[in-house]
């Protein structure tokens, strides 16, 4: 999130604070991030006193375009998982890349799974599945996955979250899944 702040043009000049955190980690990213303010827990509110807005901050390499991630790890499908596909493309495999070992991918299954990928292509059917979607989502994470751009005839990302939000969901991760499709996680909101 910070090299995300820091590449943006309209927010780089906002302070970070870095509180705790794993030592190796948090080498890596004062390497990054030089100017930015580290501390403990316990130094907290003296390390906020001397916090002021950066008039020439660094801006780091994007630090948040990892290209070492597979796409089942950016979906978050693990060794050994059981994922649920509804509506795959004929080239998920393709699509999905490179799997975990052990990973059971089972198109259009009675039973809830712990993951859901549910590939739609057009607005109506995206519209009229969400209802067995939502059902899904008490016990799955579900992964919307849709066409990118103007491949979509009208599936946009703004149609996916609304209505999703209308029933109950709730996104909290977006992905790049390849070059065709990107994705919205969901789940129900509490």
Excluded at 100 to 129: A, C, I, Q
Excluded at 158 to 185: P, Q
Aim: glycine share 6%.
């Amino acid at each position: 999130m910070a090299a995300e702040i820091r590449a943006t043009k309209s927010l780089r000049h906002i302070p970070i604070v870095f509180v705790d955190g794993d030592e190796e980690k948090v080498e890596r990213i004062r390497k990054e991030l030089p100017d930015a303010v580290y501390t403990s827990r316990s130094r907290l509110v003296s390390a906020l006193k001397r916090v002021k807005p950066l008039a020439d901050p660094a801006v780091p390499a994007r630090m948040m375009n990892r290209t070492d991630r597979t796409t089942a790890e950016k979906l978050g499908i693990k060794a050994g998982a059981r994922v649920a596909l509804i509506d795959p493309p004929a080239d998920y495999l393709r699509v999905l890349g490179k799997l975990p070992k052990d990973v059971s991918l089972e198109e259009e299954p009675e039973e809830m799974l712990p993951l859901t990928l549910w590939f739609v292509r057009e607005p109506n059917t995206y519209l009229e599945g969400l209802a067995a979607i939502r059902k899904r989502a008490i016990a799955s994470r579900i992964w919307i996955v849709y066409p990118k751009g103007r491949q979509t005839s009208g599936l946009t990302q703004g149609l996916v979250r609304e209505a999703a939000l209308a029933i109950g969901l709730v996104d909290y991760k977006v992905c790049s899944v390849n070059e065709v499709w990107t994705g919205l996680l969901f789940t129900r909101k509490k």
